[in-house]
DNA sequence: TAGCCGGATTCTTATATATTGAATCGAT
DNA sequence: ATCGATTCAATATATAAGAATCCGGCTA
């Protein structure tokens, strides 16, 4: 697998209205962070360093930094399960959870130089201001996803709502960059 | 003036440059 | 002990997406 997953973002809704303050002292995972001073969410992490789970007052929540799909499905298990040993949701409510957000790495098997790179791949899809970013900026048309290249051919593929998505995005780059070879 | 709309806020993650700040080092 | 110096760590730069609340600015 050249297309490496390296952070997942999923939502879903609880369809509760939340006690946030409440909620902070009643969950038992001690990773837990609320300052509505600074910003209106809870955050919540099941275990240390592990996924961040931010909770709003709403019942909408976010999970953010999986390394998987798996991770991610568990780390929402987890979340609910926590919720409904507290009496906040019922056992089966369904949240309607979605993947946002697939941030993918990558490696380019040919390398050209990114000046090259923009006018190939067309000026009106790319955005390269090395002195402001060393990184090209590239949006494919018809793609839902955006990809970060480099000069020595890493690549950082985000805004893809699946893994599938990302992997169309390497594939389209790959042999774009092999025409231009 | 009220209300609406848009932008920034917070967080995560990979990536790579420049710059800043801090910290340690040899030397005085 | 203190001063230039060197080295390292951290931050900003840019990308995407979700969420709600703040702010400003604009219009009616």
Known sequence: MTVEIANIVGSGDLGVELDLEALEGDLSTPYLEYDPSNYHGLYVRLEEGGPLITVYRSGKYIISGCPSEEVLRKTNDGFLRALAELGITDEAQQTGFTVQN???TAMLNEMVSLNALSIGLGLEVTEYEPEQFPGLVYRPEG????????????????????AETAEVAYNHLQSKVQELV
Do not use: H, P, R
């Open 143 to 162: 793609i839902g996803a955006v990809l970060l290249v480099f000069a020595n051919g890493k690549l950082v593929i985000t805004g893809a709502k699946d």
């Open 102 to 104: 697939v941030v993918c």
